[in-house]
T-cell receptor, first 113, second 117 residues
Framework: AQTVTQSQPEMSVQEAETVTLSCTYDTSESDYYLFWYKQPPSRQMILVIRQEAYKQQNATENRFSVNFQKAAKSFSLKISDSQLGDAAMYFCASDNAGNMLTFGGGTRLMVKP | NAGVMQNPRHLVRRRGQEARLRCSPMKGHSHVYWYRQLPEEGLKFMVYLQKENIIDESGMPKERFSAEFPKEGPSILRIQQVVRGDSAAYFC???????????????FGQGTRLTVV
């Protein structure tokens, strides 16, 4: 069984600043991927970034990057130069053979102008 | 190419009624996944279907819930005799093949918010 834990129910960041969202996971799989999804008020689930567990290099997508610590089973998301449009719920997830995602409870990110 | 379409966006049912939620996958997608999001929680996997087949229903409640994905038409998630605890947002995702979440080729719809009164 897989579990994903997000210990920060809410986070706040000033516009243009940097914020880090935490995520820890537990899995018995040797081959797995990790994901961060964004859910704005529209409820649409939008993929932000993904990490292949066998790759040591941390994934980066523009202002979004991850800090993947495999031994510690930690997968945090860093958002640089935060923008008002980044305000949303953020969900960390792990997968099972690419077909089933296990999500954490989410972190609500607020961006202050 | 339209995205994953779910309807209705909002559905209100009285206790004991039936709820039918529809999911039309993206064009060319033959795999459908249903997830449930309870208030203030993350999404929980319910069922994974391919055309005319249920592949994995390990997250589906044993009673009152069923899902289908016929050869023609949308996938349907059916909840019989709804109770207040069924109030949630139900999301559908679709993909062209197995393992597509890894290939970033799986996409979610905007969900159906079910309210049971």
């Amino acid at each position: 069984a897989q579990t994903v834990t997000q210990s920060q129910p809410e986070m706040s960041v000033q516009e243009a600043e940097t914020v880090t969202l935490s995520c820890t996971y537990d899995t018995s799989e040797s081959d797995y991927y990790l994901f961060w999804y964004k859910q704005p008020p529209s409820r649409q689930m939008i993929l932000v970034i993904r990490q292949e567990a066998y790759k040591q290099q941390n994934a980066t997508e523009n202002r979004f990057s991850v800090n993947f610590q495999k031994a510690a089973k930690s997968f945090s998301l860093k958002i640089s130069d935060s923008q008002l449009g980044d305000a949303a719920m953020y969900f960390c997830a792990s997968d099972n053979a690419g077909n089933m995602l296990t999500f954490g409870g989410g972190t609500r990110l607020m961006v202050k102008p | 190419n339209a995205g994953v379409m779910q309807n209705p966006r909002h559905l209100v049912r009285r206790r004991g009624q039936e709820a039918r939620l529809r999911c039309s996958p993206m064009k060319g997608h033959s795999h459908v996944y249903w997830y449930r999001q309870l208030p203030e929680e993350g999404l929980k996997f319910m069922v994974y279907l391919q055309k005319e087949n249920i592949i994995d229903e390990s997250g589906m409640p044993k009673e009152r819930f069923s899902a289908e994905f016929p050869k023609e038409g949308p996938s349907i998630l059916r909840i019989q005799q709804v109770v207040r605890g069924d109030s949630a947002a139900y999301f559908c995702a679709s993909s062209p093949s197995v393992g597509s979440f890894r290939d970033t080729e799986a996409f979610f719809g905007q969900g159906t918010r079910l309210t049971v009164v």
